[in-house]
């Protein structure tokens, strides 16, 4: 469980991390579970050039342009995943962040985060909800890095507090993203080591630079909303049913 300052910080910074609380183990078997999946391009997949972000290849047919971003749906992949997902020790937490009864969307995130060295594109400033449709903007993401995670290889930044800000039309560009031109933005880099958990609101902001080091960067994350905050009917978000914790 976090305790109070942790959960008062969470609620201040719209972000925290958890040093160390997936076991060596479990990175290591989600891990394997992602380099299978990537070296055979399992389906479904989302291409760096299905994203369209900065650096990307242009299309499918580009140098690079058959390299994975996301491993999708990872809770169908392997029961390894759907049980680190769900597990006590995610589910208490979230529970102090969003209520007592939580569920996983199968929609939203729910992948294995890829970044190639060769091909990997960045992402500008956002706030996931931007394109989620819920009753309430309070859902919660778990970000579990399966290796170290720092500048050079592409790891998140954050702006603290930004789940709590309104940000005017001039501050964004058509795609929603933040400008980065903006002299207000202060980005905060958050490194993780094999393990580190990061939870963040999916109001803040954050982003990621691309991957300058020789290895492949592997990270999983999940989605998670109270139970009463029901996605829109008729909605994306409503494609899926939600997994309860």
């Known amino acids: ?20 609380l997936a076991a060596p183990g479990d990175c290591a078997a989600i891990r394997a579970i992602a ?11 989302e291409y760096e050039t299905d994203t369209k972000y900065p650096g990307a290849p ?13 491993l999708l749906q990872a809770c169908a992949r392997d029961p390894v995943i759907v049980r ?8 208490g937490r979230l529970k102090q962040l969003i209520g007592p009864q939580v569920e996983l969307s199968q929609v939203h995130h729910n992948c294995v985060m890829t970044k190639n060295p060769s091909y990997s594109s960045v992402t500008n400033w956002h706030q996931d909800i931007r394109y989620w449709s819920f009753t309430r903007p309070e859902l919660v993401s778990v970000w579990l890095a399966l290796g170290r995670e720092y500048f ?3 790891c998140l930044l954050v702006l603290p507090g930004s789940h709590v800000m309104d940000f005017g039309p001039q501050q964004m560009d058509e795609a929603l993203f933040l400008r980065p031109d903006v002299e207000a933005n202060k980005p905060l ?24 080091t020789a290895d492949t960067k592997f990270s999983v994350v999940f989605t998670y909303r109270a139970a009463d905050n029901l996605p829109l009917a008729g ?7 939600g997994i309860p914790l």
């Open 1 to 20: 469980m976090f305790s109070a300052a942790e959960v008062a910080q969470f609620k201040r910074d719209g972000y925290i991390v958890a040093r160390a």
């Open 35 to 45: 380099q299978r999946d990537l070296a055979a391009a399992k389906p479904p997949v």
């Open 58 to 70: 242009a299309s499918l047919d580009a140098p690079g342009g058959r390299t994975v971003r996301r």
């Open 84 to 91: 680190w997902a769900t597990q006590p020790a995610i589910a």
């Open 152 to 154: 050079e290889n592409g």
């Open 189 to 212: 880099i958050v490194e993780l080591e094999p393990g580190d958990v990061l939870f963040f609101h999916c109001r803040t902001l954050h982003a990621a630079g691309n991957n300058q």
């Open 235 to 241: 909605s994306r978000s409503a494609s899926l049913p």
